[in-house]
C-alpha cells in the first residue's frame, strides 16, 4: 500500500484533522522509516532519487514532505529547498531533525500554498496528487508557484497496480495524468518507475495477501460506510494487517534498495507507479 501524506484542502485531511502524529504509529497515509515495509521505502527513496538526477541549481519546494526524510536528500550548497506539509507534528519533526542541516519546512495547504507566483525553479509532488478529490487545484498551485521556466515531478501509483487504501481517492492512469497536467504546464512527460522482478514479485505476493483479507468483508461494508469510519478501521487494522502479511518487511531485513527500481518508458498495466515531468507553466489570461 503506497503510504503517504494529503493536504488539509483535502476530503482525507478533512477527516483526520491534519493531526497524524509523526512518530512509529503506522497509519497508511505517509511512509515511516523502520516501520513502513522495506519495499515501499524504497519505492519512495527511488522515486526521489529520481527526480534529484534530473534537478538542477535554484530553489526547490517539496510538497507533503512529512518528516522530511527524504525532503533533505534534495539540498544541496546550490539549493535552496523548502518542504510544506499539511500536518503540524510531522512539520515539527522535520523542523528538529533536519532545521540545521538547512531544510525549511512550513505547515500549509496543499491547494493553496502561501508563496508568491514564481518563487520555485523546481517543485516535487512525491505520492500527494491521488490524495485529493479534485487534483487538477494541486496542479495548479504547483504551476503558480514555480517560475515561467521551472520544472514539477509528480509520482503517484499507477492505478491498476495500486493497493486499496482509503486515502488514495483519486488514481491516475498514465493518459489521465498526462491530459491534467498538460491544463496547467506546456511541456509533459510521463513515464513510469518499475522494479526489477524478484521486487516486483514481493509486492505481487503481498497484494494476493492483501485482498484476501478483504475479501474477508464480503458485503462491501467498507465502501458503503462514511469514509472517515473506513479511515477509522484501516489505520487500526493496518499495523495488525502487516504482522500477518508483511512480517519481517520492515527494518532492512528484505534487503530490497531503491537500486532495485528503475525508469521506464515502456507502461503497462503492471508498471507500479507513474512518474510525470511537467515544465514550462502556463499563465492565466
Not at 115 to 137: R, V
Not at 144 to 164: I, K
Not at 166 to 179: D, G, K, N, T
Not at 238 to 252: E, F, M, Q, T
Request: net charge negative; aromatic share 8%.
Amino acid at each position: 500500500m503506497s503510504e503517504n501524506r494529503s493536504g488539509p484542502g483535502s476530503t482525507v485531511a478533512a477527516i483526520v484533522g491534519g493531526h497524524q502524529a509523526p512518530g512509529k504509529r503506522l497509519t497508511g497515509e505517509r511512509p515511516l522509516e523502520g516501520v513502513t515495509p522495506d519495499s515501499l521505502l524504497a519505492l519512495h527513496a527511488a522515486g526521489y532519487r529520481t527526480v534529484i538526477e534530473r534537478l538542477g541549481k535554484g530553489t526547490m519546494l517539496d510538497v507533503g514532505c512529512g518528516q522530511g526524510f527524504e525532503s533533505a536528500r534534495f539540498l544541496a550548497d546550490d539549493r535552496v529547498v523548502v518542504g510544506a506539509d499539511y500536518s503540524a507534528d510531522a512539520v515539527g519533526a522535520a523542523r528538529q531533525r533536519w532545521g540545521r542541516s538547512g531544510l525549511q519546512v512550513a505547515r500549509m495547504n496543499a491547494l493553496a500554498l502561501g508563496f508568491a507566483e514564481a518563487s520555485f525553479d523546481w517543485a516535487c509532488s512525491s505520492h500527494l496528487i491521488e490524495h485529493f478529490e479534485e487534483p487538477e487545484g494541486h496542479v495548479r498551485e504547483l504551476a503558480r508557484v514555480l517560475s515561467d521556466e521551472g520544472t514539477a515531478f509528480f509520482l503517484t501509483p499507477n492505478a491498476p497496480a495500486d493497493f486499496e487504501n482509503p486515502f488514495h481517492i483519486h488514481l491516475f492512469e498514465p493518459a489521465e495524468l498526462q491530459r491534467l497536467l498538460e491544463r496547467s504546464f506546456h511541456d509533459v512527460t510521463v513515464q513510469g518507475l518499475d522494479a526489477v522482478p524478484h521486487v516486483k514479485a514481493d509486492f505481487t505476493a503481498r497484494r494476493v495477501k492483501a485482498n484476501k483479507v478483504l475479501k474477508l468483508d464480503v458485503l462491501d461494508i467498507r465502501h458503503r460506510i462514511p469514509l472517515s469510519w473506513y479511515i477509522g478501521i484501516y489505520t487500526r487494522i493496518l499495523p495488525l494487517a502487516y504482522k500477518v502479511i508483511a512480517r519481517g518487511d520492515s527494518g532492512g531485513l528484505t534487503g530490497i534498495t531503491a537500486d532495485d527500481f528503475f525508469v521506464t518508458d515502456d507502461l503497462d498495466p503492471t508498471t507500479m507507479v507513474l512518474f510525470a515531468t511537467a515544465s514550462r507553466p502556463r499563465r492565466p489570461v
